[in-house]
């Protein structure tokens, strides 16, 4: 998969930077935060796009996604 496709923001940490104990391959949900362990980063999933991918599940966001999905790409530090 083309981690770039996917309708996210990400912070990328590393390998092995927080538990895979539960990863899951099924279909997420907008407002899902996780962990993609493939990549070493922490993903908010502010849009659909019917990829699915092994993850590790963390928390979900329950309104207000919608405000990133007019964002831009930004550099933090």
Not at 24 to 38: F, K
Request: charged share 20%.
């Amino acid at each position: 998969m083309d981690w770039r496709r996917l309708v996210t923001i990400t912070c990328l940490f590393g390998a092995d930077f927080l538990s895979t104990k539960n990863l899951r391959s099924d279909n997420y949900q907008v407002g899902d935060i996780l962990y993609w362990a493939l990549r070493g980063s922490l993903v908010i999933l502010y849009a659909q796009n019917s990829e699915q991918f092994t993850r590790q599940h963390l928390c979900y966001i329950d309104n207000g996604v919608e405000i990133l999905q007019n964002s831009s790409n930004a550099d933090l530090t």
